[in-house]
T-cell receptor
Framework: EADIYQTPRYLVIGTGKKITLECSQT?????MYWYQQDPGMELHLIHY???????EKGDLSSESTVSRIRTEHFPLTLESARPSHTSQYLC???????????????FGPGTRLTVT | KNQVEQSPQSLIILEGKNCTLQ??????????LRWYKQDTGRGPVSLTI?????NTKSNGRYTATLDADTKQSSLHITASQLSDSASYICVVSDRGSTLGRLYFGRGTQLTVWP
């Protein structure tokens, strides 16, 4: 079982509220990722980070923002939640120093966000 | 366009039976292919990872195959159990990207009935 954690697991919130989804890992991984997944659909990369003070946008445009002040912590923030943000958000991390053939992304349990 | 297609979209089998899930991809260049299991409301968990030179890899009752020439992979589940009910996701990684870009399929939703 991977040591990557997400809180909250479930969140129901009203439109216009500011929310932060927490993600932390204790494996010392430099690379971290945020994915968005709708039911029955593939995962879409929305943000990633190579390390502290490094953040990049992913393939899917997202109104969320991320920060990486500490290696183990990669929070995602929505300044003003909207119903269109309703989705599952998955955090992952990986170790870039391993062999590419054994390169692995470890996923957290996810946060199910519902914006009413 | 780099894509990963999985079939069937959903599958129902009886406990104890075997099944095979399919994955076709167009990702190029190719680095490796993984199969993940995702339980409802959970994050994906890796089952197998195969590189270009590997054509079969087993993990308990799960056996994955890879044909890099035809760009096809399959995941065979033997003697299915109720706990096998989950979404099985095929993920392909391209070579040459420092990010190790992953391309995800939509998954096959497997339901095992008693």
């Amino acid at each position: 079982e991977a040591d990557i954690y997400q809180t909250p697991r479930y969140l129901v919130i009203g439109t216009g509220k500011k929310i932060t989804l927490e993600c932390s890992q204790t494996m010392g991984h430099d690379k971290m990722y945020w994915y968005q997944q709708d039911p029955g659909m593939e995962l879409h990369l929305i943000h990633y980070s190579y390390g502290v003070n490094s953040t990049e946008k992913g393939d899917l445009s997202s109104e969320s923002t991320v920060s990486r002040i500490r290696t183990e912590h990669f929070p995602l923030t929505l300044e003003s939640a909207r119903p269109s943000h309703t989705s599952q958000y998955l955090c992952a991390s990986s170790d870039p120093h391993g062999l590419e053939s054994s390169y692995e992304q470890y996923f957290g349990p996810g946060t199910r966000l519902t914006v009413t | 366009k780099n894509q990963v297609e999985q079939s069937p979209q959903s599958l129902i089998i009886l406990e104890g039976k075997n099944c095979t899930l399919q994955c076709n991809y167009t990702v190029s260049p190719f680095s490796n292919l993984r199969w993940y299991k995702q339980d409802t409301g959970r994050g994906p968990v890796s089952l197998t990872i195969m590189t270009f030179s590997e054509n079969t890899k087993s993990n308990g009752r799960y056996t994955a195959t890879l044909d890099a020439d035809t760009k096809q992979s399959s995941l065979h589940i033997t003697a299915s159990q109720l706990s096998d009910s989950a979404s099985y996701i095929c993920v392909v990684s391209d070579r040459g990207s420092t990010l190790g870009r992953l391309y995800f399929g939509r998954g096959t939703q497997l339901t095992v009935w008693p």
